[in-house]
């Protein structure tokens, strides 16, 4: 299994930003595509997912309304996009698969910064 994130960077204030996050190895529309993110000296935050197969989406209450999740199942690629952003936003983006409780696959990251 493999979760190969790409995408992000710089972003301004007020400006959109879009990860992607393509999978292998597995069936894709097999298990929900999971997407959290860390912020510098911060936790892990849990931001929403997708099941791929049916396009379903759940988001956390923090991002509801900003946060919108894609799957296309043709190009086996996950996507998060994050729209008017702020500082606080900044932060290691990742998206991840969890098909059980011991087991989880996770993408390489992807830096988010927001900054004028």
């Known amino acids: 299994v493999q979760l190969v994130q790409l995408g992000a960077g710089l972003r301004n204030p007020g400006a959109s930003v879009k990860v992607s996050c393509k999978a292998s190895?597995?069936?894709?529309?097999?298990?929900?595509i999971d997407w959290a993110r860390q912020a510098p000296g911060q936790g892990l935050e849990w931001m929403g997912r997708?099941?791929?197969?049916?396009?379903?989406?759940k988001a956390a209450q923090k991002f509801q309304g900003r946060v919108t999740f894609t799957a296309d199942t043709s190009t086996r690629t996950a996507y998060v996009e994050l729209s008017s952003l702020r500082s606080e936003d900044t932060a290691v983006y990742y998206c991840?698969?969890?098909?059980?409780?011991?087991?989880?696959?996770w993408g390489q990251g992807t830096q988010v910064t927001v900054s004028s």
């Open positions: 997708i099941d791929p197969g049916v396009g379903v989406t």
């Open positions: 190895g597995y069936t894709f529309t097999s298990y929900y």
């Open positions: 991840a698969i969890i098909p059980s409780r011991v087991e989880s696959y």
